[in-house]
C-alpha cells in the first residue's frame, strides 16, 4: 500500500503534530471501501479452499475416503494427512499439524482440504469425504489431565521443536513457569492471617470483525505468495520456512489490511494448508475461516484455575502471596509467540509483598487450542490478585482501598514480580481512578464501588522504518510493519512530521513486504509505541543528517552551521532559510534515512492502571448494570489523544465482556457458542458512563517518554466489577463471567446461611 501525501509546496504544510488529534492516516480507505483485506485479494484462476474438521475432541483417524470428492467435477486438489504426514508448525513450539493423521485431538480439528473452482464446490468436495473414527477417552479437565497416570494427549511431544522448558519425559504439562521473590515459606509463617480461594476465568473469544483469511500463489520463480490476516508477517515467513524446510526467501508475505487482531491475528492458522493445496493444485488457493470455524478451531484466551494463597499482618501489611494458575492451553501449544504466558507474572500485582511465588502452569487438554488475546495472561493475574485482595481487606475488617494504599509499590521498592521500576505513578493513579469514581461517597442500597490495579511495561523487539524527502517535495515514511487497526501508522507519522516539522496531510505511507528488511517483530505486546516512536525518531534524525550533507554542498556552508527547522534548511550565520526541496532539485536527488530499533529486554518503566467501577444489583434476579467505569493510566506523554482514547475504549469494553457476559462454552471438549447469538459481546446497550483520567509524567520511553496503552485497560476491569457485586449485595463471585445466574444462586445460599 502505497498512500500518498500533499506535496511540501501545498499551504500549511508545516505545523506541531506531535501531541495533536488527528484522525487515522488509514481511516478512509477504510470506512469507503478501499482497503483490501486478504479476502478481496482475487489473482486469476484462484480456487477455493475448504478444510474438513474432526467432529470428536479425540479419536483415532481409521481411514478417510476421498474418492468421491476427487471426481466432483471443479475439484483440483485434495489433501488428506497422509500427503503433509509429519509436518509440525507453530510460532515457537512446532507442534500443529498441517492436517491431522492417525489422531486428532479436538473438536475442529482439520483432517482434510479441498481446492475448488469456487466455494460451494469446495464445500460440496468437503461433505463427499468419508471418514471413519475410532472415538476414544478425552482428557477435557485440565487438572485430571495434570495427575499422574493420565494418558498423554502427545505422546510424542520428546521430538517437539520449540519448547523454552525441555520436558523430561511424556507430560500433560509442557509449561511450568516460576516467577517471583523472598522466601514464601518464611512469608506465610509470619503472617496472622492467611487466606486462601480458588478462581476461574473462561475461554474469550478476539471477536475480531474479520476472520482468519489467506491467500497463497506459487509464482512462476515457486516463490510463495502470501496475503494473511496474519500481524507478524516476518514470523509468519519463518515458520513457512521452518516446517517446509526451504529458504526462507521462497515465501513472501505481502501487505493486506487487517480487520482486528487483540492478540488473535498471530498465528499461521490456515496458511499451511492453503500453501500445500496451492503447490498441488498449481492454481491461486483462498480459504477464508467463517465464524463457526473462529470459535470451533481459533485460538481464544485460555481458561483458568487460580488458586491464591496470602499471608498478610492484622494491619493489612501483605508478607506473603502464593498465586498457582492453571491453564487450559487445548490441544495445542504452537499459537503463542513465547509460549508461556509471561503476563501472568503479575500475579503479585503493583505491591511490595516480600515473599511472592507466582506459578504459571499450561496443560495439553482434547479441548479448542488457546492462544494470546489482549494482555494474556494478565487479566487472569488482576482478577485473581485484586479479587483476593478485596477478600483479604474484608477478611481482616478493613477498607479494601486502604489495603492497597498501605501495600501498594513506591519508588526505589520492588513490586511482586521484583523489578524495580523508575518513574513510580501508581499511587498517583489510584488516587485519581479513586476521586474520578467517587469510591468513597455515599451510595444507594445495592449499589457498590470496586477497585482494581495493574500495570503492563511496554514489550520489546525489532522493526525498521525509512524516512525519504524527495526533490518534488514529497515525503515518504516506509514500514515493514503490518498494522492491525491500533493506528501505528499515525503514531509514526506523528513522530517523523514533529521532527521535520511537517503536517501529516504532507507524509506519504509505504507498507514493505517482507525481504525488504532483516526482521520485524510485527505488532502486539504493547511493543509499538515503545518501537515504533523510537524507529520512526531514529528514521526522521537520520534523513535530516542527510538533507544537511546535501544543503552544505549546495549553498558552500559547513555542515555544522546548517540546522534544519520548521521543514527549512536554516543557515545559523544569517538566519536564511532555504527550502529543503529547492536544494534537492539543485542536487537532483532524495535523500533517505533508515533506522532500526532493537530491544527485547524489559525497559525501565512501566504503565499503572487503577479502575473503579460502579455496579446496581437486582437482589431479586441477581443482574448485574454497570452504572459506570472509571479508568486512570499512567499515560507518560501521549503522541494522538484521539488514538490513545479510542485504545482505552475499546480496551475496556472487552474487559467488561469478560467480567459480564462472553464465554466461549465448551461441552463434552465441542464448543457450543458458534454464532454471536450464542456468544455474546458488549453492545452499545451494554455501555456505561465512562470516565477516563490520565497522569501524564516525564517517566516513559523513548524520545518522548511514551508508554503503553492498547492492553492495560482490559486488564483490572473483571477484578474491579467482582468486588463492586460484593460491594453491593455481599456475595462474592470468583467464576467468570458474573452472570445473573451466578450472582442469584449466591445471594440464594447466603440467604440460606442466615
Same mark, same amino acid.
Given at each position: 500500500?502505497?498512500?500518498?501525501?500533499?506535496d511540501?509546496t501545498t499551504?500549511s504544510?508545516y505545523?506541531?503534530?506531535f501531541?495533536?488529534?488527528l484522525?487515522?492516516v488509514?481511516?478512509?480507505e477504510k470506512?469507503?471501501? =478501499?482497503?483490501k483485506?486478504?479476502?478481496d485479494?482475487?489473482l486469476?484462476g484462484?480456487l477455493w479452499?475448504?478444510?474438513?474438521?474432526s467432529?470428536?475432541?479425540?479419536a483415532?483417524?481409521?481411514?478417510?475416503?476421498?474418492?468421491?470428492? =476427487?471426481?466432483?467435477p471443479?475439484?483440483?486438489?485434495?489433501?488428506?494427512?497422509d500427503?503433509?504426514?509429519?509436518i509440525?508448525?507453530?510460532?515457537?513450539?512446532r507442534?500443529?499439524?498441517?492436517?491431522?493423521?492417525?489422531?486428532?485431538?479436538?473438536a475442529?480439528e482439520?483432517?482434510?482440504?479441498v481446492a475448488?473452482?469456487?466455494?460451494?464446490?469446495?464445500?460440496a468436495a468437503?461433505d463427499?469425504?468419508?471418514?471413519?473414527?475410532?472415538?476414544?477417552p478425552?482428557q477435557?479437565d485440565?487438572?485430571?489431565a495434570?495427575?499422574?497416570?493420565?494418558?498423554?494427549?502427545?505422546p510424542d511431544?520428546?521430538?517437539?521443536?520449540?519448547?523454552?522448558q525441555?520436558?523430561?519425559k511424556?507430560?500433560?504439562v509442557?509449561?511450568?513457569s516460576?516467577?517471583?521473590?523472598?522466601?514464601?515459606?518464611?512469608?506465610f509463617?509470619e503472617a496472622d492471617?492467611?487466606?486462601e480461594n480458588?478462581?476461574t476465568?473462561?475461554?474469550?473469544?478476539q471477536a475480531?470483525?474479520?476472520s482468519?483469511?489467506?491467500?497463497?500463489w506459487?509464482?512462476e520463480?515457486?516463490v510463495a505468495?502470501i496475503?494473511?490476516?496474519?500481524k507478524?508477517p516476518y514470523?509468519?515467513?519463518?515458520?513457512?520456512?521452518?516446517?517446509?524446510?526451504?529458504?526462507?526467501?521462497?515465501?513472501?508475505?505481502?501487505?493486506?489490511t487487517i480487520?482486528?487482531?487483540?492478540?488473535?491475528k498471530?498465528?499461521?492458522?490456515?496458511v499451511?494448508?492453503?500453501?500445500y493445496?496451492?503447490?498441488?493444485?498449481?492454481?491461486?488457493?483462498?480459504?477464508?475461516?467463517?465464524?463457526m470455524?473462529?470459535?470451533?478451531?481459533?485460538n481464544p484466551?485460555?481458561?483458568?484455575?487460580?488458586?491464591?494463597r496470602?499471608?498478610v499482618?492484622?494491619?493489612?501489611t501483605?508478607?506473603a502471596?502464593?498465586?498457582?494458575?492453571i491453564?487450559?492451553?487445548?490441544?495445542y501449544?504452537?499459537?503463542?509467540?513465547?509460549?508461556?504466558?509471561m503476563?501472568?507474572?503479575?500475579?503479585?500485582?503493583?505491591?511490595r509483598?516480600p515473599n511472592v511465588?507466582v506459578e504459571?502452569?499450561q496443560?495439553y487438554?482434547?479441548?479448542?487450542?488457546?492462544?494470546h488475546m489482549r494482555?494474556p495472561?494478565?487479566?487472569?493475574?488482576?482478577f485473581?490478585?485484586?479479587?483476593?485482595?478485596?477478600m483479604?481487606?474484608?477478611?481482616?475488617?478493613?477498607?479494601?482501598?486502604?489495603?492497597?494504599?498501605?501495600?501498594?509499590?513506591?519508588?526505589?521498592?520492588k513490586?511482586?514480580?521484583?523489578?524495580?521500576?523508575?518513574?513510580?505513578n501508581i499511587?498517583?493513579?489510584?488516587e485519581?481512578?479513586?476521586e474520578?469514581?467517587?469510591y468513597?461517597k455515599?451510595?444507594?442500597p445495592?449499589?457498590?464501588?470496586?477497585i482494581?490495579?495493574g500495570?503492563?511495561?511496554?514489550?520489546g523487539?525489532?522493526?525498521?522504518?525509512?524516512?525519504?524527502?524527495n526533490?518534488?517535495?514529497s515525503v515518504?515514511?516506509?514500514?515493514?510493519?503490518?498494522?492491525q487497526?491500533t493506528?501505528?501508522?499515525?503514531l509514526?507519522?506523528q513522530?517523523?512530521?514533529?521532527e521535520?516539522?511537517?503536517?501529516?496531510d504532507h507524509?506519504?505511507l509505504?507498507?514493505?513486504?517482507?525481504?525488504?528488511?532483516d526482521?520485524d517483530?510485527?505488532v502486539g505486546g504493547?511493543?509499538?509505541?515503545r518501537?515504533?516512536?523510537?524507529?520512526a525518531?531514529?528514521?526522521?534524525?537520520e534523513?535530516k543528517s542527510?538533507l544537511?550533507?546535501?544543503?552544505?554542498?549546495?549553498?558552500g556552508v559547513?555542515?555544522?552551521?546548517?540546522s534544519?527547522?520548521?521543514?527549512?534548511?536554516?543557515?545559523?550565520?544569517?538566519?536564511?532559510?532555504?527550502?529543503?526541496f529547492?536544494?534537492?532539485?539543485?542536487?537532483?536527488r532524495?535523500v533517505?534515512?533508515?533506522?532500526?530499533?532493537q530491544?527485547s529486554?524489559l525497559?525501565p518503566v512501566?504503565?499503572y492502571?487503577?479502575q473503579?467501577?460502579?455496579?446496581?444489583?437486582d437482589?431479586?434476579t441477581?443482574?448485574v448494570k454497570?452504572?459506570?467505569?472509571?479508568?486512570?493510566?499512567?499515560?507518560g506523554?501521549?503522541?494522538?489523544?484521539?488514538?490513545?482514547?479510542?485504545q482505552?475504549?475499546?480496551g475496556a469494553?472487552?474487559?467488561i465482556?469478560?467480567?459480564?457476559?462472553?464465554?466461549?462454552?465448551v461441552?463434552?471438549g465441542?464448543?457450543t457458542?458458534?454464532t454471536?447469538?450464542?456468544y455474546?459481546?458488549p453492545?452499545?446497550?451494554d455501555?456505561?458512563e465512562?470516565?477516563t483520567?490520565l497522569?501524564?509524567s516525564?517517566?516513559g520511553v523513548?524520545?518522548?517518554?511514551?508508554?503503553?496503552?492498547g492492553?492495560n485497560a482490559t486488564?483490572p476491569v473483571a477484578?474491579?466489577i467482582a468486588?463492586?457485586?460484593?460491594d453491593a449485595v455481599?456475595?462474592?463471585?470468583k467464576?467468570?463471567?458474573?452472570?445473573?445466574?451466578k450472582v442469584?444462586r449466591?445471594?440464594?445460599?447466603k440467604?440460606?446461611?442466615g
Open positions: 500500500m502505497l498512500t500518498r501525501g500533499k511540501m499551504p504544510a505545523g506541531k503534530v501531541g495533536q488529534p484522525a487515522r488509514d481511516g478512509p470506512v469507503t471501501g =478501499k482497503a483485506y486478504s479476502a485479494i482475487n486469476p484462484t479452499g475448504k478444510s474438513l474438521r467432529p470428536y475432541p479425540h483415532r483417524i481409521i481411514s478417510i475416503d476421498t474418492t468421491a470428492a =476427487k471426481a466432483l471443479g475439484v483440483h486438489a485434495v489433501l488428506t494427512g500427503d503433509v504426514r509429519g509440525l508448525y507453530g510460532r515457537r513450539l507442534d500443529v499439524p498441517v492436517l491431522a493423521w492417525d489422531h486428532v485431538r479436538f475442529g482439520r483432517v482434510a482440504a475448488a473452482d469456487d466455494e460451494d464446490i469446495a464445500q468437503i463427499l469425504i468419508e471418514v471413519e473414527y475410532e472415538e476414544l478425552a477435557l485440565p487438572l485430571e495434570m495427575k499422574d497416570g493420565a494418558a498423554f494427549i502427545h511431544m520428546m521430538n517437539y521443536v520449540g519448547y523454552p525441555t520436558p523430561e511424556p507430560t500433560n509442557f509449561i511450568h516460576t516467577w517471583g521473590k523472598g522466601d514464601i515459606d518464611a512469608g509463617a492471617v492467611i487466606v480458588t478462581f476465568t473462561p475461554r474469550q473469544h475480531y470483525l474479520e482468519h483469511t489467506c491467500v497463497v506459487i509464482d520463480d515457486g505468495q496475503w494473511a490476516s496474519n507478524a514470523s509468519l515467513r519463518q515458520q513457512m520456512s521452518d516446517f517446509s524446510e526451504l529458504p526462507q526467501e521462497n515465501f513472501q508475505v505481502n501487505f493486506a480487520g482486528g487482531d487483540f492478540g488473535g498471530g498465528s499461521p492458522m490456515e499451511p494448508v492453503c500453501y493445496l496451492a503447490l498441488k493444485s498449481e492454481r491461486p488457493v483462498k480459504m477464508v475461516m467463517d465464524y470455524d473462529e470459535f470451533m478451531a481459533a484466551r485460555h481458561a483458568s484455575t487460580l488458586q491464591v496470602t499471608g499482618k492484622r494491619d493489612g501483605m508478607v502471596h502464593h498465586v498457582r494458575g491453564f487450559d492451553s487445548g490441544a501449544g504452537a499459537y503463542k509467540p513465547g509460549v508461556n504466558l503476563g501472568f507474572s503479575h500475579a503479585g500485582g503493583p505491591y509483598t511465588k504459571g502452569i496443560v487438554t482434547n479441548n479448542v487450542p488457546c492462544g494482555g495472561g494478565e487479566p487472569q493475574a488482576a485473581v490478585m485484586e479479587s483476593q485482595l478485596d483479604v481487606a474484608r477478611e481482616l475488617g478493613l477498607d479494601p482501598l486502604d489495603v492497597r494504599r498501605k501495600n501498594v509499590v513506591g519508588v526505589g521498592e513490586d511482586g514480580l521484583g523489578h524495580t521500576f523508575e518513574g513510580i499511587r498517583e493513579t489510584m485519581a481512578a479513586v474520578t469514581g467517587e468513597g455515599p451510595k444507594a445495592n449499589i457498590g464501588r470496586g482494581a490495579l500495570d503492563r511495561p511496554p514489550g523487539g525489532q522493526s525498521t522504518a525509512a524516512v525519504t524527502l526533490p518534488d517535495g515518504l515514511l516506509s514500514t515493514p510493519v503490518f498494522e487497526g493506528g501505528t501508522y499515525t509514526e507519522m513522530v517523523v512530521g514533529e521535520l516539522g511537517i503536517s501529516i507524509i506519504g509505504e507498507i514493505w513486504r517482507t525481504g525488504t528488511v526482521f517483530s510485527g504493547s511493543r509499538v509505541t518501537i515504533g516512536t523510537q524507529v525518531y531514529a528514521a526522521a534524525q534523513v542527510e544537511l550533507k546535501v544543503a552544505a554542498l549546495q549553498l559547513a555542515e555544522d552551521r546548517l534544519f527547522t520548521d521543514g527549512a534548511v536554516r543557515n545559523r550565520d544569517t538566519g536564511e532559510n532555504h527550502a529543503w529547492e536544494l534537492l532539485q539543485k542536487a537532483g532524495s533517505t534515512g533508515q533506522a532500526e530499533f530491544d529486554s525497559p512501566t504503565a492502571v487503577a473503579v467501577a460502579e455496579v446496581s444489583v437482589p431479586e441477581g443482574q454497570l452504572l459506570s467505569l472509571s479508568t486512570a493510566h499512567d499515560v506523554k501521549i503522541v494522538n489523544p484521539i488514538g490513545h482514547q479510542g482505552i475504549n475499546g469494553m472487552q474487559g465482556g469478560y467480567a459480564l457476559m462472553e464465554e466461549l462454552v461441552e463434552d465441542r464448543v457458542t458458534l454471536f447469538g450464542d455474546k459481546i453492545t452499545m446497550a455501555l456505561p465512562m470516565r483520567v497522569v501524564e516525564e517517566s523513548g524520545p518522548y517518554n511514551v508508554k503503553s496503552i492492553e486488564i477484578a474491579a468486588n463492586a457485586v460484593e455481599g456475595v462474592r463471585i467464576d467468570l463471567p458474573i452472570t445473573a445466574e442469584y449466591a445471594l440464594q445460599a440467604k440460606q446461611q
